[in-house]
């Protein structure tokens, strides 16, 4: 239903438009509120991200990353441009930065050299845009449901740096998020105002570029009558010991995330959230595996013999406290969620290699017994990855590729790395019939790959949207890989020879002379693995540092038979009619939906 509200909408609204010059991820598209700058009061107007432009900035010309120039008509009713810094904090905030909104300039270039530098964001010193959505255009949530960087039941102190009787420090005071773990209600008792009530919803937390911890609420309790107005949106900073059970909170003054905001011990109004049910961990002499220890992403720790996992699909926050373990890789633990104690289960912790770990939490008991690791106990529970850059790992594909994306016609898709970071993969969707015309600008950190049941999986993070993702396949030869997605969590049962993209190799990635340049300046930094990277069982390959030539790749390519269609030559073929940019945008939509919808509304 979802895809086809898609092209329903998009058919309505684009036959009688012009060819776009770039795209927005569908990711970020939908209609947004932010707070009205030219306002006295706290105020909010309405913008659009449609999948090419802003409809009251300008029109999507090109992406830099970040960076989007966008192109609107002068006062004189000529073409100029301005450059916005854009990115998704999470599935419901976009943040914008822009040294003047106002300002358009004749040329892309002069509007390229105006774009904000992650330098002058980070000090503040461009103009900060918050966008919280209200509506997707493709069947979602208003808004989604997104887990809150901490939870369970705590007391907590308040104050506020304008009122001098604007503090609670109540042991009557209660806060909490139980049972669900994506909101944050707040009970005000026995403080210096009259007692009321507050309940927030978490919309997505991230780290920004000053190294503060973000996180952004929406207010779900409307001020009644006779009630001071304030904003619905609000941007806090916070710190989070889960292991002590202790949290800052600072708010801003408004709903963005610069106005009297400095850190999570500064802000408008503060809180000092401390967990009411102080979790004793029990030292029963056994520990989580030594390679196992620290942070992995942003959903698990684990310490010692403590383990915390926070699940963000189901919304729930795991403590598992190590107890025996009857073999290897399994772990008995005493088990509980941030809301209370569940019982005893089993834990499958397989190190993939030094930056890609996998967990199972088996089915909860009340009793504590070894039969609790038998494989019944996992049935159907599926693995979940994890990943840490311990060491740089190069991206399988070393090189350029290029295939017809499966059931999705006129549709091609392009990999490929670089010599100055082969652990990174820039992964576009194109036009195969016009090269220039790319729907999708994808840019991945790979974190390795790791062999299961003739399959290999290669785990990433998306450096352009903030998502995790896997990758499937298997090869025939070093020309033909079959590749497909695999979700968030590398899920097996996938069959990338049958239902995957046929990759074919352009172009090996030779870099013997930038290799010696960069070990020259970079010395005892980090170094990349040395560790052969299979991308199937049949074939295992590094970078290629030798001159091997990109012709008898495409000998190989041209002689080899596929049962699969290949992407038709480009060279000396014409731009592409609008008419076909309006149908590769339609199977593109459909293309991303497919691949990320799973992702929106886990």
Not at 263 to 286: A, M, N, P
Not at 379 to 403: A, I, Q, Y
Not at 413 to 430: F, G, H, L, N, W
Not at 520 to 542: A, N
Request: hydrophobic share 30%.
């Amino acid at each position: 239903m979802a895809v086809l509200s898609v092209l329903l909408l998009l058919t309505s609204s684009l036959v009688h438009s012009v060819l776009s010059d770039c795209y927005f991820p569908v990711e970020m598209q939908g209609e947004f509120m932010t707070q009205w700058k030219d306002s006295q009061e706290i105020a909010y107007t309405s913008i659009s991200l449609t999948y090419n432009s802003v409809p009251s900035w300008g029109n999507c010309h090109r992406r830099h990353r970040k960076n989007v120039i966008l192109r609107d008509a002068s006062a004189q009713g000529d073409d100029c441009f301005r450059c916005i810094r854009i990115i998704q904090r999470s599935v419901n905030v976009n943040q914008v930065h822009v040294r003047n909104l106002n300002q358009c300039f004749p040329t892309e270039e002069e509007a390229f050299a105006d774009c904000p530098t992650e330098e002058e964001v980070t000090l503040r010193q461009v103009e900060e845009i918050m966008l919280y959505k209200t509506r997707g255009f493709y069947g979602e949530s208003a808004v989604t449901q997104t887990h809150c960087p901490f939870s369970g039941r705590w007391r907590f102190s308040y104050s506020n740096v304008e009122e001098t009787s604007g503090s609670c420090d109540s042991d009557a005071s209660e806060a909490g998020g139980c049972p669900s773990e994506f909101m944050l209600h707040l009970k005000f008792r026995d403080c210096d105002f009259p007692d009321f009530d507050m309940s927030f919803q978490c919309l997505g937390h991230w780290t920004g570029e000053d190294g503060l911890k973000y996180l952004s609420l929406l207010d779900t309790k409307l001020p009644q009558l006779g009630e001071e107005p304030r904003p619905r949106y609000r941007c806090a900073v916070y710190e989070t010991d889960l292991h002590a059970g202790v949290t800052h909170l600072a708010l801003s003054n408004d709903s963005t995330c610069v106005n009297q905001l400095e850190s999570h011990l500064s802000g408008y109004e503060t809180l000092r959230l401390e967990r009411k049910d102080r979790r004793i961990v029990e030292d029963h002499g056994q520990r989580f595996p030594t390679w196992s220890q620290g942070r992995w992403g942003g959903n698990l720790q684990i310490r010692g013999s403590e383990l915390i996992y926070r699940n963000s699909e189901e919304l729930t926050t795991y403590h598992a406290n190590a107890v025996l373990s009857p073999a290897t890789g399994r772990i008995l633990a005493r088990l509980s969620t941030a809301c209370g104690d569940m019982g005893y289960a089993c834990l499958a912790l397989e190190k993939r290699t030094d930056n890609i770990m996998e967990l199972k939490i088996g089915k909860i008991d009340s009793r504590l017994d070894v039969s609790l690791c038998s494989p019944e106990y996992f049935d159907n529970v599926g693995w979940m990855t994890v990943g840490k850059e311990v060491v740089r790992t190069p991206c399988p594909l070393s090189g350029t590729f290029h295939g017809v994306i499966p059931d999705a016609e006129g549709l091609c898709a392009r990999s490929s790395t670089s010599c100055s970071r082969p652990d990174q993969m820039e992964y576009q969707v194109y036009n195969c019939e016009n090269t220039t015309e790319v729907y999708e600008d994808r840019l991945y950190q790979c974190y390795g790959q790791f062999q299961d049941d003739g399959l290999v999986y290669t785990f990433t993070q998306r450096l352009d949207l903030p998502l995790q993702e896997c990758f499937v396949g298997t090869t025939l030869d070093s020309v033909e890989h079959y590749v497909m997605e695999a979700g968030m969590h590398c899920e097996r049962g996938k069959e990338p020879s049958l239902h995957g993209m046929v990759m074919l190799k352009e172009s090996d990635l030779i870099c013997r002379e930038r290799e010696e340049e960069d070990r020259e300046e970079v010395g005892m930094e980090k170094k990349f693995s040395s560790t052969q990277r299979p991308i199937s069982p049949r074939l295992s390959s590094t970078a290629s540092t030798t001159s091997a030539s990109a012709d008898v790749g495409h000998r190989k390519h041209h002689t080899h038979h596929h049962h699969r269609s290949r992407p038709a030559s480009t060279v000396g073929q014409p731009a592409t009619p609008a008419g076909s940019g309006l149908e590769a945008v339609l199977s593109s939509v459909y293309l991303v939906l497919t691949a990320s919808l799973a992702l929106y509304f886990l």
